[in-house]
């Protein structure tokens, strides 16, 4: 591959990675679990297993990148995050089976603060 695809490649990666950001912070921890939800509107008293399970993936994908950035570039590296990507996928789908509170008001939504 050439050094501008290997780049595209990387700089795509990267930009996908930016949007699983707060998944990963927000699923590191029972607090980070809390505010992330708390932020959306619902309430959570703990973090389950399979945002967890997801968090794990979402920071191995971003250090598969981080090395893909270092280079020098391999094609399995795209191989590798592929897999991560499908892992991501899958372990989502497990968190939507993990019953949350319903949201809570409107009212409440607008004056709740920010998180991290």
Do not use: K
Request: aromatic share 6%; proline share 7%.
């Amino acid at each position: 591959m050439s050094a501008d695809s290997d780049d595209t490649l990387v700089s795509l990666a990267r930009q996908l990675l930016l949007v699983l950001a707060p998944l990963e912070r927000g699923f590191s921890d029972a607090d980070s679990f809390r505010a992330l939800l708390y932020n959306l509107g619902l309430e959570a008293t703990g973090l389950p297993a399979p945002y967890v399970d997801a968090a794990a993936e979402v920071a191995a994908s971003v250090a598969v990148v981080e090395q893909m950035a270092d280079g020098p570039f391999e094609l399995s590296q795209v191989g590798a995050l592929l897999g991560h990507a499908t892992a991501i996928s899958i372990r989502c789908r497990r968190c939507r089976r993990v019953s949350i509170p319903p949201p809570r008001s409107r009212s409440w939504a607008r004056t709740s603060p920010t998180c991290c």
